[in-house]
């Protein structure tokens, strides 16, 4: 089983921009589905963006599109969540999330799903405020 740990979070003004990453240990994260999810205070856990295993696909959470970038480094055992032009409403505590998943079965909208992942970090908090 894998174990994840998040790093990067932290607070920025309205523009700003954080880099967040997620360090797989135990094993390698290539043939993993990885996802990136939020939670604020009172509201539900919602998926940011997520990658299939192998780098096969990507999607993102429509408010996010444009901003916010997930990339995979295979030699850091580590995937990244690059944040742009961070909002407000970006604000809130962030997960990654990880499946194995060696027939890439796991794409589009269901790589942003939480009920798909059976191993979480901990999580990093991003507060966007001026």
């Known amino acids: 089983q894998v174990q994840l740990v998040e790093s990067g979070g932290g607070s920025v003004q309205p523009g700003g921009s954080l880099r967040l990453a997620c360090a797989g240990s135990?094993?390698?994260?290539?043939?993993?589905?990885v996802g990136w999810f939020r939670q604020a205070p009172g509201k539900e856990r919602e998926g940011v963006s997520g990658m299939g295993a192998y780098v096969t696909w990507t999607d993102y959470l429509e408010s996010v599109e444009g901003r916010f970038t997930i990339s995979r480094d295979s030699g850091k055992n580590t995937v990244y969540l690059q944040m742009n032009n961070l909002r407000p409403e970006d604000t809130g505590r962030y997960y990654c999330?990880?499946?194995?998943?060696?027939?890439?079965?796991?794409?589009?909208?269901?790589?942003?799903?939480?009920?798909?992942?059976?191993?979480w970090g901990q999580g990093t908090l991003v507060t966007v405020s001026s």
């Open positions: 135990g094993r390698t994260l290539d043939h993993y589905a």
């Open positions: 999330a990880a499946i194995d998943d060696p027939r890439k079965t796991l794409a589009g909208i269901a790589l942003r799903d939480p009920n798909r992942y059976n191993t």
